[in-house]
């Protein structure tokens, strides 16, 4: 068995599930690809034969409108899964993916996906429950875009992904702004204005480094709101 695969297998919450036989299965069939910034993994409405696991790096996933412009439906990261839900159904792809960021993915027949889940019942709970948690993923998506100020949906963004080193906490961007403007639901415009009402709750803006010096002023825009505060 092919060390690094083993090893990828092991470090995605998902698959790590996954018993010795339906590892016998799966294992020898997968692969690690790379992809560069902005190269596609899949398109909208191809059938659904590959599923994937994102090692590193983003992936988005979303639909172009018939003016042009995309539409973001997901952002995903290390650790989450793409077009298991289409492949288990053998069915179509709902959305494109790309990355927008240098990644690495576990690539893996569709096919050979529903047979490991025919030969290990337990890996397919955790499956199902793991589908089950990215559909209320995006039920609290929906909720933000249609209750949510935009300085508030940001401020939720930036406490999801801050980390804390050396005494200091920040948030550095995933990817470009545009695209982040894209998941947020609102303008590059209104980001920009979002982000300068954000420094009023101790956010510093540096390039794509943001800097949270009170995040519990952070936390109570993002769970409470604020009162006249708010760009659309």
């Not at 406490?159 to 982040?180: C, E, I, M, N, S």
Request: glycine share 6%; charged share 25%; net charge positive.
């Amino acid at each position: 068995m092919n060390p690094d695969l083993s090893a990828a297998v092991d470090r995605c919450p998902v698959l790590s599930r996954i018993g010795l036989i339906g590892r016998s299965k799966l294992v020898p069939h997968a692969r690690i690809v790379e992809y560069e910034r902005g190269r596609t993994l899949y398109s909208h409405e191809m059938p659904a034969d590959r599923c994937f696991v994102i090692l590193t790096g983003w992936v988005k996933l979303y639909r172009v409108r018939h003016s042009g412009d995309e539409a973001v439906i997901r952002m995903q990261r290390q650790g989450e899964t793409l077009g298991v839900d289409e492949g288990m159904r053998n069915g179509r792809y709902r959305h494109h993916a790309s990355a927008v960021s240098p990644s690495k993915v576990l690539v893996f027949p569709a096919q050979i996906m529903r047979e490991t889940l025919e030969a290990d019942p337990e890996f397919g709970k955790a499956l199902l429950h793991h589908l089950f948690d990215v559909n209320d993923q995006l039920y609290d998506q929906i909720e933000a875009l249609k209750s949510r100020k935009a300085i508030e949906r940001l401020a939720n963004f930036l406490q999801t992904h801050a980390r804390t080193r050396k005494g200091k906490t920040f948030v550095t961007l995933p990817y470009d702004k545009t695209t982040l403007a894209a998941y947020l639901g609102m303008q590059p415009e209104s980001l920009s204005r979002a982000l300068a009402q954000l420094s009023e709750y101790g956010v510093r803006v540096t390039r794509d480094r943001m800097e949270i010096t009170d995040i519990n002023a952070l936390l109570a825009l993002t769970h409470y709101g604020k009162d006249g505060v708010g760009v659309t």
